[in-house]
């Protein structure tokens, strides 16, 4: 199917966030948006999957101008949203997962089981999937359950799918399936917009791409017409320098601030043991579920574990809570932005405050609101954090403004320890950049740093050593000297 | 016209945060009752009948003020109207059988202390989400109490014990300045502290409450237990008040505390709501529940007026909570 608009525009409240995109998408095309957060490409693609209605403009499926008012009618016409997150219901089967919605029932409206395992079947096979209809969501990956969204939308008859940073939950491997079925689907004729902060995935699987910035459409080039770096400069409007690697791969002091030794937690992690110096960058790489967060939330007191001793400036400690962990000197930015990182509905200066609550206030615990002011302040000026006032609720910002506001929080805490999970998932490009400068910073003033990340090119440019983690066990430890991103992936994966 | 101003709002985020508040309703609503209830009789604009009608509900508007912490914080506790007749009994057992009235009243308010404090074991140690456990302590209370009361009404006490509702300072009850005074001691430590600041947070995301290495857990059994304190004293204050003890006393009162906190603007997700919201709505339910005797509603039709306010409340609340977020 052939997807035009026109002229498509959106307000919310009175601010323009989408104006004047004239798009258009050809069957057999994957089609990739790119921009800043907040460059109006989430905006444009929920229009298109009705869950916003446009302010102004027309939309034409295959010539003919349709109104998209809800996800429904966008279903109806072929239209469908691949989350980013799968938006699954953990506790049903695959197959009523996928006919979710549109289940056919016999003359008593009873479900017709067979049917829908049998058609399930069918499209799963059809996307080259080997995944029982009948067993439940739960235990499936992020990646499988993507897939299953996808097999929705094709249970639907879709005919133009949307997908939303389908890549930044999934390991590299994982990835590698996805754009398998992308291209099957691609050369049945399905037209694809995919959205990732990647490029290099861009330019692997798509065809054309389009730019946006600060609500307006930039340009839609041919991916092979385009470099990565006339792409960037398309995105920010400024060049940008390249991340160069680590000079100095040695940390010249000998002060070992933390060890860790033979740490163990039933199921989760096993035998782990490192050490980290001040002023170190310690990567750590693998795969999704390696059992690098559950070791980082060990740490940190969140978690608790079996075995093993955690040895803090010569001392052994016990974090028995991320209260007691954060008085040792130890701070963790979780990777979960919304549920562990920011209170949503709630000014951005309470938010970067809230783990200084004896700095804040004074004996009797009355606070001194000047203070919480002139700290957020400082931190929004330093970070170049885009607000309009730290009064401003944390949940309207975007998503690399909340991360370094959770950093700022973070390093007003003055760490000596700070764990940094996964910190530039979801943010783009220019803030990325920045967010590096910030972490080299901090090493090179003796904050030690335990960098998860599960991308290699951010852990090869950012890290002095790296531990490469495979289901709960640390399968190497490498010198920047000699890592590679081959080299990582070989000791992740089996 | 509604849209600049709207514009306006979004672009001053801390004018926005004084305007678009709900206990502004709660404000409204007392004004209309108070309109309404002056034309209903002239008693009304007399303060101190206005006061004197206050007195039996404050031992509500007590309870009502550390619920506001609670549901804050994200939980909730209805078992806060059998902490109170379970405490009054205990309360007449104890003075009945001898032993004094400053050691009956001290296990009057430790025994409430106990029944917070168990609320607040189960529900932070065992996860329990408080609106189920609660329900289940509410009936375990309730039944302690009638177990140890039977239907008997436990009086005697001494005069100078009876009747603190007719004890004044100037024209106002006692119990009135008690309510207020704790009121605005609540407020200030709410507003203005950090142990304040800590229960929104938590009320708003309680796993990034955790990690900000708020204790969230303890904070949470303190006000659980705290509660249970309360309710200790409005258990004593009770029987002053009715000058015996019943296993039925405040019953169904959780609804009528609820109501207060509510209609005085308080989110009922947690992370959201003030005193000074509670202390209106307080007034609010004292001159409704006024009113109506005074127009001769019956006790029975009452309760319909009070159900529909509560319903009320929280359509508003959540409205004006969905508009200020964006």
């Known amino acids: 199917m052939q997807l035009k608009t026109n002229n498509i525009g959106k307000t919310f409240s009175g601010v323009n966030v989408l104006r004047n995109v004239d798009f258009d998408l050809k069957p057999g095309e994957v089609h990739a948006l790119v921009g800043e957060n907040g460059a109006g490409k989430s905006t444009f693609v929920k229009i298109l999957s009705g869950v916003y209605t446009p302010t102004e403009g027309k939309i034409f499926l295959d010539e003919k101008q349709v109104n998209i008012t809800s996800p429904i009618v966008a279903q109806k016409n072929g239209v469908s949203l691949i989350h980013q997150e799968p938006q699954s219901f953990s506790h049903l089967s695959v197959a009523e997962n996928i006919f979710m919605g549109h289940m056919e029932g016999n003359n008593f409206s009873r479900v017709k089981w067979q049917d829908i395992n049998n058609k399930s079947n069918e499209i799963l096979e059809s996307i080259g999937l080997k995944i029982d209809p009948k067993i439940i969501m739960e235990g499936l990956s992020i990646a499988d359950q993507q897939m299953i969204e996808i097999a929705g939308a094709l249970s639907k008859n879709s005919k133009v799918l949307i997908m939303d940073e389908p890549t930044s939950p999934l390991t590299p491997n994982e990835v590698g399936k996805l754009f398998d079925i992308v291209n099957k689907l691609k050369s049945n004729g399905m037209a694809i917009i995919f959205i990732s902060h990647r490029l290099e995935e861009i330019r692997q699987i798509s065809d054309r791409v389009t730019i946006f910035r600060d609500g307006d459409l930039i340009t839609t080039k041919n991916i092979n017409e385009v470099s990565n770096e006339e792409i960037i400069k398309f995105m920010i409007g400024r060049n940008i320098e390249e991340i160069e690697v680590k000079e100095n791969q040695f940390i010249k002091n000998d002060e070992y601030i933390l060890n860790v030794k033979n740490l163990s937690l039933s199921k989760k992690f096993n035998d782990i043991s490192f050490n980290l110096k001040k002023g170190e960058i310690l990567g750590f790489a693998g795969l999704v579920g390696a059992g690098r967060t559950e070791v980082a939330k060990s740490i940190f007191g969140a978690e608790k574990f079996d075995k093993g001793e955690i040895i803090y400036n010569g001392e052994t400690i016990v974090n028995n809570s991320p209260n007691e962990a954060i008085n040792n000197g130890f701070a963790y930015v979780p990777e979960d932005r919304k549920q562990m990182g920011i209170f949503g509905p709630v000014a951005v200066e309470d938010n970067v405050t809230s783990a200084i609550p004896k700095e804040i206030s004074n004996s009797i615990g009355l606070i001194n609101s000047k203070t919480v002011s002139t700290m957020t302040n400082d931190y929004i000026n330093k970070f170049n954090i885009i607000l309009t006032s730290g009064r401003q609720l944390i949940e309207e910002l975007s998503g690399g403004n909340q991360q370094k506001c959770i950093i700022s929080k973070w390093l007003l805490s003055k760490p000596k320890v700070l764990i940094l999970d996964e910190p530039t998932r979801g943010v783009d490009v220019g803030v990325k950049s920045e967010m590096y400068e910030i972490i080299n910073k901090l090493a090179e003033e003796g904050t030690a740093i335990i960098l998860i990340s599960s991308e290699l090119p951010e852990i090869l440019s950012l890290s002095h050593r790296i531990i490469v983690m495979r289901e709960g066990k640390i399968t190497k430890i490498l010198n920047n000297k000699e890592a590679t991103q081959e080299k990582i992936m070989s000791y992740a994966i089996n | ?326």
């Open chain 2, 1 to 326: 016209m509604l849209k600049t101003i709207s514009i306006y709002l979004n672009e001053n985020p801390t004018l926005r945060y004084w305007i678009i508040r709900p206990e502004w309703v709660a404000v409204i609503l007392l004004i209309i009752s108070i309109i309404s209830s002056i034309q209903l009789s002239p008693f009304f604009a007399d303060l101190a009948f206005i006061m004197d009608s206050a007195t039996p509900y404050v031992e509500y508007g007590l309870i009502a003020i550390i619920l506001t912490l609670i549901i804050i914080s994200g939980e909730i506790d209805l078992s806060i109207a059998s902490m109170i007749a379970l405490t009054a009994v205990i309360f007449g057992t104890a003075y009945n059988a001898g032993l004094g009235m400053p050691i009956s009243m001290l296990i009057a308010l430790f025994s409430g202390t106990l029944c917070g404090l168990f609320n607040g074991i189960l529900v932070t140690q065992l996860q329990i989400p408080s609106i189920i456990l609660t329900i289940g302590t509410l009936t375990l209370y309730r039944g302690i109490a009638q177990s140890l009361a039977s239907d008997f009404s436990l009086g005697g006490y001494p005069s100078w014990f009876i009747g603190i509702d007719y004890r004044y300072i100037g024209i106002v009850p006692i119990p009135v300045i008690i309510f207020t005074v704790f009121a605005i001691v609540v407020g200030f430590f709410l507003s203005s502290t950090i142990y304040g600041k800590q229960l929104y947070l938590i009320g708003t995301n309680p796993q990034t409450a955790k990690y900000s290495g708020i204790k969230v857990d303890r904070i949470k059994l303190l006000l659980f237990t705290l509660s249970g304190l309360v309710c200790g004293i409005a258990g004593v204050l009770t029987t002053s008040r009715l000058a015996v003890a019943r296993f039925n006393m405040a019953t169904g009162a959780e609804l009528e505390i609820v109501l207060m906190v509510m209609l005085g603007g308080t989110y009922i997700f947690g992370g959201r709501g003030n005193i000074f919201g509670t202390f209106i709505a307080f007034w609010i339910v004292v001159i409704l529940r006024a009113g109506l005797n005074v127009a001769r509603i019956k006790i029975e039709s009452q309760l319909t007026i009070l159900g529909a306010m509560l319903i009320i409340a929280i359509i508003l609340t959540n409205y004006i909570y969905s508009k200020s977020q964006k």
